[in-house]
């Protein structure tokens, strides 16, 4: 079955860095568009980035030229490096996909605090 497992979040101060990582299983990954998400406390989850399987990315206002999106299809793990971290950044961050219907999984916290 389909399986997406995130990793990488954790606290970083205003202006870091952090890399979250996405590592899925159970589908032909090459082929396939994967999304990050996020939800911070309080309010609705909201799309931040997608990357389609030739590798075109697109990004919400809010995290464009900050955040990037890549894919490793040999390791089946896309990545989202998020740079000039703000507070407002803070939320659990969800890989999605979609194969006959959308799949999620369990989510990453990231907290941009100093």
């Known amino acids: 079955q389909v399986q997406l497992v995130e990793s990488g979040g954790g606290l970083v101060q205003p202006g870091g860095s952090l890399r979250l990582s996405c590592a899925a299983s159970g589908f032909t990954f090459r082929i396939g568009d994967m999304g990050w998400y996020r939800q911070a406390p309080g309010k609705e989850r909201e799309w931040v980035a997608t990357?389609?399987?030739?590798?075109?990315?697109n990004y919400a206002d809010s995290v464009k030229g900050r955040f990037t999106l890549s894919r490793d299809n040999a390791k089946n793990t896309v990545y989202l490096q998020m740079d000039s971290l703000k507070a407002e950044d803070t939320a659990v961050y969800y890989c999605?996909?979609?194969?006959?219907?959308?799949?999620w999984g369990k989510g990453t916290l990231v907290t941009v605090s100093s």
């Open positions: 990357i389609s399987s030739g590798g075109r990315t």
């Open positions: 999605h996909t979609t194969v006959f219907r959308d799949f």
